[in-house]
């Protein structure tokens, strides 16, 4: 194993990801584009290597992004598809977001003159989807009369080009799905009305990873794959069976070091757990510090040699010790999953986000630096 992968490493497999994006083209629609989400360096499985390995795809329109710079980096990158920046962008990176091309979330009077002013200083239009609030309550404009009076206003502003008008729904990832056709409603209504003002050709678009797998009526122009473009369920409410979706991150380390304890022998921090007998012990050398879950201890369970081995006492920041007394032959340097699959046995990200407190998608994001991406496929 190359240098610096041994104590840990996540393999990220490109393919499955491409399997993802095709299996819900396949369901949403011949009218309607896929907008890859990869904000926060693409759910913690890479932005750039995901953005490319999707590219390449007829069916795409696009790539979502949270920030400017997580934009610029796509294009340092060489990633020349369509980016939107579906969170509020700051005035400092607004020439550089209309030279390079880059569509920003609208729905500011003051974004839209200074966007506006940056364009035509430089012979150019920013792009701007219009973000409406439609039951989330965090950014957007509301589906009235002053937010079409906005959308008139933005229209009809030199130097802007009104690409899209979008929102998102809060409860999608929810059985009952009252409250988000309630927001459908809301904003295909309000479209109407900004067409019913003369204003056409821009792209709607509202169905996030849950809206694509259970709410075919939300597909519209374009649908952004988030969660679920990485092969992992919005919610434990969320009926994805249908699709064959593959997760597409696995996490490993190493066991470094393993001692029998005798009984009545504490275990890491706080000697939370304290060996009822002799035990064998195992030390991972990969923490909280690496974005493995401190709320893992004395609940998680890894996979060495195709079996489970329970956590004892608390993860540290850079190491924790798991039982493996009854799995034979494990020693130093033995491979360790703890993510993925080892033979029939498979730990995946739901899991261990039910057991910390966490969820799938917080567990993803946070893995952290220390911890390479290894790519395969695409």
């Given amino acids: 194993m190359e240098q610096g992968y041994a104590r840990g490493y996540a393999e990220i497999d490109l393919d499955a990801i491409v399997s993802n994006m095709l299996s819900m083209k396949a369901v949403v629609g011949e009218n309607t584009r896929m907008m890859g989400v990869v904000k926060t360096n693409g759910y913690g499985h890479g932005s750039v290597p995901v953005a490319r390995a999707l590219e390449k795809l007829d069916c795409m329109y696009g790539f979502a992004v949270a920030t400017a710079e997580e934009a610029f980096e ?9 980016i939107l920046v579906l969170g509020h962008t700051f005035p400092d990176s607004y020439g550089r977001m209309v030279e390079e091309n ?15 002013e940056e364009a035509v200083k430089r012979n150019k239009k920013a792009g701007v989807h219009i973000k409406v609030d439609t039951g989330m309550g965090r950014i957007g404009v509301r589906p009235d009369e002053e937010g079409l009076a906005f959308v008139k206003r933005a229209a009809q502003t030199k130097g802007l080009a009104l690409e899209g008008v979008f929102t998102h729904f809060a409860r999608a990832d929810e059985r009952d799905k009252t409250s988000v056709r309630t927001q459908l409603r809301l904003f295909t209504d309000f479209c109407g009305k900004i067409e019913e003002a003369g204003i056409r050709g821009f792209r709607k678009h509202c169905s996030n990873s849950a809206g694509i797998l259970e709410m075919p009526e ?26 064959p979706l593959r997760p597409a991150l696995s996490l490993y380390s190493t066991v470094v070091y393993v001692k029998w304890l005798p009984a009545g022998s504490p275990v890491s921090y706080g000697g ?11 030390t991972i050398p990969l923490g909280y ?14 996979l060495i040699r195709g079996k489970r081995a329970p956590i004892l006492g608390r993860v540290c920041m850079d190491q924790f010790m798991v039982d493996v007394t009854d799995i034979e032959g494990v020693c130093e340097g033995d491979k360790v999953t703890l993510i993925g699959r080892d033979g029939a046995e498979r730990i995946s990200a739901e899991e261990l986000g039910e057991r910390s407190g966490r969820f799938n998608y917080e567990l993803v994001c946070l893995l952290g630096k220390r911890i390479p991406r290894v790519y395969i496929g695409g």
């Fill in 289 to 302: 510090g690496d974005g493995y879950p401190r709320g893992l201890s004395g609940k998680g369970e890894v």
């Fill in 102 to 116: 880059i569509s920003a979330a609208l729905f500011r009077e003051d974004t839209a003159r200074l966007l506006a």
């Fill in 272 to 282: 939370t757990y304290v060996t009822d007998k002799a035990r064998k012990i195992a």
């Fill in 74 to 82: 796509l294009r340092e990158a060489g990633i020349s598809l369509p």
């Fill in 218 to 243: 939300a597909n519209m122009d374009i649908v952004r794959a988030g969660i679920s473009l990485y092969g992992l369920c919005p919610s434990p409410e969320v009926n994805g069976q249908d699709l």
